[in-house]
């Protein structure tokens, strides 16, 4: 064996013990958490097989899946009356970790979180397939909406109808917001980044969409442009340029002690470095995971939807 050969062999018999190592501290649970694992076959919770994915996730049309919601509730329920009787606080119990392979379609993952969500679960640790060193935290803050914000949000969650051939979607176009909502969303200043892809020819179409209402103070809100682009290189050139003009945007100036909560709190829920994510359904989970590992690099927080 020649010498570049056992240094081959050393290096990969390093990265897979490497490999081991950041599966087992995935796997590694702490009293009262729960892991979910799911693959193209079954799914499990905390190493006991629950039910079969086609069946019970594939093919129901609800976005909740009934068996799954109803154990993971079971569970979550039962720490919480431990907790009880030992004298804590039945509070918290809100972080799970969630494992899918990398052939899981995306619709699958979305009803398997929104699932665990509808539970209580708000904060995620997610691996998918085999790179456990590149797990990325998903944290859904639970928010009471007045009646402005659910119009915002549900104005929002109507850019995912024409992801194809945009340019511009306008408030006036959004025929389910009516004339008294838009009223209530013209000072809309949030960035509301979104990102998703889908088949082109040969090829994949990337689409970001956002407010640049958020880049011009004191524009009125009117709609949502699109930018859309064939190759990979541009998309993330853009993302920078985004980046880039939103550290412009919110240099840092002097507040107060209230000023700098309120900002923190508006970042946490809305902020410029949160990112939406929107694919259809038969996507798979390994054609995603890139997207996710870049950016995660960028310090992005996430937000799944469907389209």
């Known amino acids: 064996m020649t010498r570049i050969s056992v240094y081959i062999l050393f290096l990969t018999l390093f990265l897979l013990a490497a490999c081991d190592s950041d599966k087992k501290d995935f796997e590694t649970l702490k009293e009262d958490e729960i892991i979910l694992d799911i693959n193209t076959e079954e799914y499990s919770l905390n190493g006991t097989v629950i039910g079969k994915t086609a069946t019970d996730i594939s093919a129901i049309d609800d976005f909740i899946d009934k068996p799954l919601h109803k154990e993971v509730c079971r569970v979550r329920t039962k720490f919480q009356e431990d907790a009880l009787r030992r004298g804590e606080s039945g509070d918290g119990f809100d972080f799970a970790k969630l494992h899918v392979d990398g052939n899981l379609s995306y619709g ?40 402005c914000g659910l119009v915002i949000l549900r104005m929002k969650g109507l850019r995912y109808k024409y992801l194809r051939n945009r340019q511009k979607l306008s408030l006036a176009e959004m025929s389910e917001i009516d004339v008294k909502d838009r009223e209530c969303v013209e000072n809309h200043e949030t960035l509301d980044l979104l990102l998703s892809f ?3 020819d040969d090829g994949i179409a990337y ?7 958020f880049f011009n103070k004191g524009s009125r809100f009117d709609g949502y442009n699109f930018y859309t682009f064939n190759d990979e290189n541009d998309l993330w050139k853009f993302i920078e340029d985004v980046r880039s003009r939103v550290e412009r945007q919110t240099e840092k100036k002097p507040e107060t002690k209230q000023d700098r909560v309120l900002r923190l709190l508006i970042d946490a829920l809305d ?30 927080r996430f937000a799944f939807d469907l389209d």
Do not use: H, Q
Not at 126 to 139: E, P, Q, W
Not at 207 to 213: A, G, I
């Open 198 to 200: 889908y088949r082109k």
């Open 108 to 147: 699958d993952f979305y009803k398997a979180f929104s699932s665990m969500f509808f539970c209580g679960y708000s904060v995620f640790d997610i691996a998918i397939g085999s790179n456990y060193k590149g797990v990325f935290r998903l944290s859904i803050p639970s928010t009471n909406y007045m009646w």
């Open 207 to 213: 689409v970001v969409s956002l407010n640049e209402t």
């Open 271 to 300: 902020g410029p470095n949160k990112i939406t994510l929107v694919f259809e359904k038969d996507v798979l989970m390994k054609d995603i995971a890139p997207i996710i590992k870049k950016l995660n690099t960028y310090g992005y």
